[in-house]
């Protein structure tokens, strides 16, 4: 039987812990050791932190990241300063003034390429994510159009048919791992609506590439450079090197192909036909670079989304009954989603907002300060790394009262502070494709429900770190129901 909406809020109140697989008390109590602060301090300026020895703080971080950074929050308060190997010392934020502060800061004064700089080797050098200043602005120009609300359409049908034609192969009434399933639904999404792949057998030589170098991904210790060491073919990070200068040329064909071709509808197409200020079309690297950054930063994390809300439906049997009537009301009848009615899907996308409040898939933003400044009341000197955690705003009792309980009302006629609830990071470098990931959702969730009901099958889901993202531990099983 289906947990209650109030115990499966105060499962998650125990559960919601994270990556390792040993009692949710043993995390927390080894977190709140890391996070203690010494005596003496640090003897820098900077706000107060964890004294634990950096490589420990690293670990904790990645590898139980909520209960160090709720343990970080009550030992040190809203502002706490995190020592990591290799990168500098990061004053974290969890005050949404203080972040509100940050998301302010022009990119004279704040870098947040420079703080994905790890992300480099996987994304090239061109990538909008790795870049700064006039830079990034002029990337980040050619990027957005494709991204804006009013191309969500030419995406929808893709996103409805690819999801459909998943939805009938998935068994009835026998678990599955849903997150394998999600993954798999938004890397076709992408390969049809960014690089406007066909099926074939380009595209099945470029889906196992990229599955294969994205698997290599998932050990969060590659977001950490003294991992990304290349130590022959048969060590992962060689593999993973290997791997990406197999995509580079299967990428190298396809824009040859496309700029033989007449335009279409996908983003390639948009992003061939870009010009930057000074009137230069974008050059093959650039475009395989930004590409490679769609495929990387909008896949996974849309799949993750997509599983944590199935979750939450499963275990909020009143929530999925209102998203089931209001669905039947849009569908009125007809056989498939009309994309264009999905806006009308207005609880279903408070349900996707909130399952984002409570499980944000990137716990996180970074910046690196370049020149002194003042955040929080707090003056930052350049060199030092700037973070704002969205996972601990977005649990702030002072701003969302009851945290823990799940209630897509929040989301109803209110909308939130971009500084109270921010998902898709802020600022300058708000995430490009925040509409056309909710809007997937939407898509997505509606074209499973019309036909299926999820159920949970393990009562507690834990936390995952997965490269970057927090995803539902052990793929998250699930059993669909016909309705
Ligand atoms: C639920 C899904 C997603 C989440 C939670 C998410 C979250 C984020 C976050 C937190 C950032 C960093 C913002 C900052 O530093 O302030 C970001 C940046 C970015 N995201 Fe997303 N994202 C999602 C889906 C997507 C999709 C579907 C795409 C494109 C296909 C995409 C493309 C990007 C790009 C290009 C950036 C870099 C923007 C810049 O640096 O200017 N994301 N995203």
Redesign the pocket.
């Given at each position: 039987m289906a947990p209650s909406a109030n115990s499966a809020d105060s499962a998650h109140a125990a559960c919601d812990a994270d990556s390792v697989d040993i009692p949710v008390s043993m995390v927390d109590a080894f977190a709140r050791r890391v996070a203690h602060a010494a005596p003496d301090g640090r003897g820098d300026a900077l706000p107060s932190g964890p004294s634990a020895p950096a490589a420990v703080q690293m670990l904790s971080f990645l590898l139980t990241p909520q209960a160090f950074l709720r343990a970080v929050r009550d030992e040190h308060g809203k502002t706490a300063t995190l020592r990591i190997p290799g990168i500098p010392p990061l004053v974290q934020f969890s005050d949404p003034a203080a972040v509100r502060e940050v998301f302010a800061t022009g990119d004279d004064a704040m870098h947040?390429g420079e703080a994905n700089s790890v992300l480099e080797p996987f994304l090239g050098s061109y990538s909008?994510?790795v870049l700064d200043g006039a830079r990034?602005r002029s990337q980040?120009r050619l990027?957005l159009p494709p991204f804006r609300g009013d191309r969500m359409r030419a995406y929808g049908e893709a996103m409805r048919d690819i999801t459909a034609s998943a939805v009938r192969a998935w068994p009835r009434n026998e678990r599955f791992p849903m997150q394998r399933e999600s993954q798999a639904i938004t890397l076709e999404v992408?390969l049809r609506t960014?690089f406007g792949m066909e099926d074939g057998a380009d595209q099945d030589r470029m889906r196992d590439l990229l599955s294969a170098a994205l698997r290599i991904l998932d050990n969060p210790l590659y977001i950490v450079k003294t991992f990304q060491r290349d130590l022959g073919p048969r060590s992962p990070w060689g593999r993973f090197l290997r791997l990406r200068a197999d995509i580079y040329a299967e990428m190298d064909a396809l824009i040859a192909r496309r700029r033989a071709d007449e335009p279409r509808e996908d983003i390639l197409s948009m992003l061939l036909a870009a010009k930057h200020e000074d009137g230069a079309p974008m050059s093959d690297e650039e475009i395989r670079d930004e590409l490679f950054?769609?495929l990387v930063?909008?896949h996974e994390?849309?799949a993750t989304?997509i599983s944590w809300t199935l979750h939450r439906l499963s275990i909020h049997p009143d929530v999925l009954a209102r998203v089931h009537a209001e669905l039947d009301t849009v569908l009125a009848g007809s056989r498939e989603l009309d994309v264009d009615r999905s806006r009308e899907l207005v609880y279903l996308d408070a349900v996707c907002k909130e399952a984002?409040r409570m499980h944000p898939?990137?716990p996180g933003?970074g910046r690196v300060v370049k020149k002194p400044t003042r955040i929080g009341g707090v003056d930052l000197p350049a060199g030092v790394a700037v973070g704002c955690s969205i996972y601990l705003v977005h649990f702030d009792p002072d701003t969302w009262p009851d945290p823990e309980r799940f209630d897509p009302t929040r989301f109803l006629d209110h909308k939130p502070a971009p500084y109270t609830y921010f998902?898709?990071?802020?600022?300058l470098?708000?995430?490009?494709?925040?509409a056309?990931?909710l809007y997937e959702m939407r898509i997505v969730i509606a074209t499973i429900l019309k036909d299926l009901a999820p159920v949970a099958e393990v009562p507690h889901v834990r936390t995952q770190r997965r490269n970057i993202t927090l995803t539902p531990a052990g793929g998250l099983p699930i059993r669909m129901r016909p309705r």
């Open positions: 947040a909008v994510l990034h980040r990027l992408i960014v950054t769609l930063a909008g994390t849309t989304a984002l898939v990137i933003v998902p898709f990071g802020g600022g470098r708000r995430c490009i494709g925040e056309f990931a």
